[in-house]
């Protein structure tokens, strides 16, 4: 059940277990060219968040998502399917966040905790600066509403008004990041008005995090901050601009996952 | 002469955009800078964020750019392109990352055209989309009270009908009263039950509406014979004037609630009624048989048109030919309704002879 709803791709030779999570806007393909290099040595699980890739878009509960712990749960909920003990997980962008939840979720389930551009809040607070100001955010979500990008391929025969003959849907020409526009939209919603600030000092687990430079999404000040939160955690400011490192510098985030663990 | 392609990219009917791969802008043709009303200088060097809107900046970090690296092109992005005093030129761009030899990545280069029109378009669809749902979803909430409405009121109408039933009934049977009141009064009792009928029928259907489906009390025990006996009896006591032959030949215990059976015998032989011919008989029939219980009710007079066969068992539905005031037209809805809770079903025929609804269930 859960391993079909998240799409749970398993592969690698080791005895323990690594798990990579998505942010939003992508899904697990994100991770395969990093996961690759730690099949030899690790039990590697990859999956896609409900409601991105190819997740089961019918098990999308609103009032579920609406909040980080809901999507922590369900990480938690595979990880008890594989029976995971002392696993390290590896969360990007806002996965950072929702793996922290399940560390305190699930106490055991995960010992090491690998954060990349994570960001406890994206809007600013008083002193706290996440990046974001309020009214930014809502233009986000309006942007989201006027743009069809990555429509799932499961859903374009329907869209199309033939579901009986998926042929004469159009072939989507991406295959990668597919998302039903509204549940990115309720995605970003849940993300960019997030605020987990609290739960950084309560973390046990051991915890690197990884920044990029030039963060536009979680900036460096960010990363610092959380690293100052969290009590036994690293922080590594990788030699990387924007904010998908696991793309851009795939070798870099590599060598500093390998380091830490 | 030839093409000149140096022109072909300054000019182009399209804008041309190439990223370094830390996204900063490296070129820039004529078209998409006089589009963007600034000059090469001014863009040459700069993020390719700075065109883009805080919202265009995030999806294109977060779902574009990602996409770019995996699959090395994106197709049909729509963007809102910032001009130099702070317009949005809304564009379709289809995007490309050049890659070296060993596949590292050079550039991102983007084609940009104008969508004004279609951007325009585009939300007149999403915005009558989200109307059209609001509206959807407003009158499906009205639909509910409307039911939740009819059931309350139907339920606080049992109580004083049914205290002007016993009325009635008092009446005609303890006081002395003229040949004239005697008549008066069998009628008002009449009405009353036809009342009562139509609002069980009413609290039924919202019911049914409101998903707490039709309950059964199932009780083998209780024989049905005398149940039917007295819906007749109520029938008879409405419709003096009409002949109701009764046929009964239940020989073995039915597994069913008798007090709907009665209601759905009393729907069938009050429909009968209204619209059957007056001069002639009415025939209720009851059997149980191998494996099954019928129940069947015919009429003579004008028969169903096929076109509305189909049609009778839908709530609200009246026949086109009305002679009287017939009610809401929920009567023969809520009897196949018992029909179904019973695991049974409801058949009709129709012909100049006799129109029969029949009742069958597996017994």
């Known amino acids: 059940m859960v391993i079909r709803r998240n799409n749970v791709n398993i592969s690698g030779a080791g005895s323990r277990a690594m798990m990579f999570s998505h942010g939003f806007g992508c899904d697990q393909n994100m991770w395969t060219e990093v996961a690759r290099k730690f099949e030899p040595d690790f039990r590697v699980i990859l999956f896609d968040h409900v409601g991105a890739g190819r997740s089961d878009l019918t098990a999308y509960d609103p009032a579920k998502y609406a909040r980080l712990e809901g999507y922590a749960e369900d990480v938690v909920e595979i990880g008890r399917a594989l029976q995971l003990k002392d696993a390290i997980f590896v969360g990007h962008s806002v996965s950072a966040m929702i793996g922290a939840l399940a560390t305190l979720q699930a106490p055991g389930m995960f010992s090491e905790l690998i954060m990349v551009g994570p960001s406890p809040r994206y809007v600013d607070d008083g002193d706290y600066v996440g990046g974001f100001l309020h009214a930014q955010v809502e233009e986000l979500l309006e942007f989201l509403a006027d743009n069809h990008l990555g429509w799932s391929a499961a859903m374009a025969p329907a869209i199309m008004g033939n579901p009986d003959r998926p042929e004469l849907g159009v072939k989507l020409a991406n295959s990668f990041c597919a998302t039903d526009p509204e549940i990115a939209r309720q995605f970003a919603r849940t993300t960019f008005f997030s605020d987990n600030r609290a739960d950084l000092p309560r973390l046990a687990a051991r915890t690197l995090v990884l920044q990029c430079r030039e963060d536009i999404i979680a900036p460096p000040c960010v990363g610092e901050y959380v690293h100052a939160q969290i009590p036994n955690s690293e922080y590594v400011l990788l030699d990387a601009t924007g904010h998908c490192p696991n793309l851009s510098a795939p070798e870099k985030v590599t060598a500093a996952i390998r380091a830490f663990v | ?363």
């Open chain 2, 1 to 363: 002469m030839g093409e000149d392609l140096a022109d072909l990219y300054e000019n182009a009917p399209c804008g041309y955009l190439s990223l370094s791969p830390d996204g900063r802008i490296v070129k820039v043709n004529r078209t998409l800078i006089d589009w963007l009303g600034t000059s090469s200088d001014k863009l040459v060097g700069e993020s390719f964020h700075s065109l883009l809107s805080f919202g265009g900046r995030i999806a294109y970090e977060t779902h574009m750019a990602p996409l770019l690296r995996l699959q090395g092109f994106v197709h049909e992005l729509a963007l809102d392109l910032l001009d130099t005093e702070g317009g949005k030129l809304p564009v379709i761009a289809n995007a490309a990352e050049k890659r070296g030899p060993d596949g590292e990545h050079l550039f991102t280069r983007l084609t940009v055209f104008k969508a004004v029109d279609r951007r325009t378009y585009e939300r007149g669809l999403v915005a009558a989309k989200s109307e059209a749902e609001a509206k959807a979803a407003a009158e499906h909430d009205i639909a509910v009270l409307r039911e939740q409405f009819i059931a309350v009121l139907g339920h606080d109408l049992r109580n004083p009908l049914m205290a002007l039933a016993a009325g009635v009934r008092m009446i005609g049977e303890r006081e002395t009263l003229s040949g004239r009141g005697r008549l008066v009064v069998a009628e008002m009792g009449a009405s009353v039950s036809r009342a009562q009928a139509l609002i069980e029928n009413v609290l039924d259907f919202a019911r049914g509406r409101l998903g707490e489906g039709l309950a059964l009390n199932r009780d083998k025990e209780r024989p049905l014979k005398p149940v039917l006996e007295q819906v007749v009896a109520e029938i008879r006591a409405i419709a003096p004037d009409r002949k109701i032959i009764t046929r009964f030949s239940i020989e073995q215990p039915v597994d069913c609630d008798p007090e709907r059976i009665a209601q759905l015998a009393s729907n069938l032989l009050g429909n009968a009624i209204t619209h059957g011919a007056p001069g002639l008989p009415i025939e209720l029939e009851a059997y149980t048989a191998e494996g099954e219980f019928v129940l069947s009710v015919a009429n003579g007079g004008v028969p169903i048109p096929p076109a509305a066969r189909a049609q009778l068992f839908q709530p609200f539905f009246r026949g086109a030919v009305r002679r009287s005031q017939q009610g809401l037209g929920l009567g023969l809805f809520i009897v196949d309704e018992i029909a179904k809770a019973h695991g049974g079903s409801m058949e009709v025929s129709s012909s100049e002879e006799e129109t029969r609804f029949t009742f069958s269930m597996p017994n």
